[in-house]
């Protein structure tokens, strides 16, 4: 395997990117839309961030204010995946809905299973679209693959008439209104538009972290040119988030050659076919991101993707093979820059592979931090807690490297 | 010409076609499929084409060559084996053969297909989660005897659910049945989706059992809450 050097794929950048984008602009669409009475626009609040997207259109993303449409295997299986983008978003003093009337996109099911339909799958979206916008609050898509299906559902609603008349009768049954969000946003392009601002907030040097980055299939290969692309990473010629974000923190992000693959998840896979799930995720990620770029943690954006990625190395392990390189979202490794607590708040015991000498690195004393983190946990088993909550957190000092 | 002359002898011509019909009858159709240059880029970018005897380009080219007699077959053999990662909207040629995989599959269930009857076969409990509970998969999933392979840290959660789940700041999280806190009218009104929208009939389909489950979850429900004219 050979990567094309870097410095030639930003060179191409200028060249490659066409005069006109090749796909129409589907918000012009979803606003005729609205012209015609058919549905309500939701509109980005104000203030909001520009970003570029994949042929040089602009992305509204807004900075708060925001109905965070939670993702069930963050939520379920890695916690600390939801918990840091509010930390992040509580940091920045944003006001948020964590909301109870979210579903699911239900789609990680409909990939692996296909027991729905596109006029149930466009449905669950509306419903959950309505119920933003009836809370006043703009929708903030935590998920890879729901950001990705729900761009196919409004490609889908725009472009057949039949399906929107069938949708829009379930809402008005169910008392909903009918509204398209302006703009689809994943957390991800609200983390890659702070980026700054979390810079500026910074405890720890991460100067000596080097990074590899797998971008999620369902964010950039699902409605491609809605993805945000800069021409000051990769050329613009991969995604920017992640990457970015990582750069800004002031750690290297280091290439490999299979960054375009997928992660092994399969959505059945990861469920009942793990023998593929976990073959690919070590042999063609973990392996190829040690061989080539030797990291020191691996930062992807999406549910599945740190799912697969962490827990197949145990049984590579088992086997052998080339990993143990800890593995969690961009907006973890960017709360822990600006002194989140590791188990607190980043909850980094529900991960798999080995991450302590990653936080020795970073400059975190995870020995003292766990141990506070038992001590809540003594107070929840002797009941003199019931929860541990936002309050006791947000009262925390941050934790700055220099007490490691 | 066919490219599968001797393959599902046993199934008339006529049952193929009709299913096939099906599938060209799903609006999404028209948008994935455009020809094929037979190039191979998709199989490049795929990863199941990796792992398995699979191939994108085939199931792009079947469909383009309207090739009734391979399309049957791959409905059977192969398309439970894709991804759906979607890393084929690569094609030059604007296909995206992943989408019509999701199409062929749920053809596959609609019409109670042997090949979706087993592709679901131990998988009905994360239906009856996501159908039952508005979230897809939720703390106490993670049971070790169900993630051997992800060694003894599954125990160690598993171990402890109640109490990390309680250490969690989000007030939403605090849940160990459903990855998060759903609120009543929420659920009714998925389970009204499910009915209005046909999902039940797939359900019946493939798996009677967990359809009479499913139904016994809502039937009151939906009830109480006045949908009854479904
Ligand atoms: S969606 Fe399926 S066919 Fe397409 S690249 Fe992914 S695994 Fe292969
Ligand atoms: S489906 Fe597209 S990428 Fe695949 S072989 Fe055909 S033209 Fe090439």
Redesign the pocket.
Known sequence: MSKIPLPIVQERRERQRPATPPTEDIREKVFEIEDAGEWTVHRVPEPYTEVTTKYGRTKKIPHQGLWHHKSCGQCGHIPGYSTAIFWLMRKLGFEYDDPKDQTSCTAWNYYASATSNSAAQAAVAMRNFGAAYESEHFPLIHCGTSYGHYKDVREELVAHPHLRAKVRSILDKLGRPFVMPEEIVHYSEWVYAMRHEFAARQVLDLSEITATVHPACHYHKLVVEDAIYDPDIYGGQRTAVVTAVAQALGAEVADYSTWFDCCGFGFRHILVQRDFTRSFATQRKIEVMVDEANPDVVLTHDTGCVTTLDQSQFSGKAHGRKVGVPVMSEAQFAALAMGAHPYKVCQLHWHNTENRPLLEKMGIDWKERWREFEDELKQLESGEKEYVTWDDVDAEPVATGSDS | MTLAPNSYTEIPYEEKKRLFDEMRADPRYQDHLY?????????AACPSARFYDFS??K???AL?RQDVELIYEQLNDDIWNCSQCFS?T??????N?GGLITVMREVAVNNGLGSARDALEGYGRVVYKIMGTGTQVSPDMLQPNAFPDWGPHVKEISDHLDVWRRALPPETLHTTTTAWQVDDRTITELYFIWHATGVMEMIEEVDEGLYEILNDVMEDVLEDAGFDDL
């Open positions: 020809g094929c240059y037979e190039c191979g880029i998709c199989v994108p380009r199931i792009a080219q383009a084929c690569r094609c030059p040629r604007g296909n053969p």
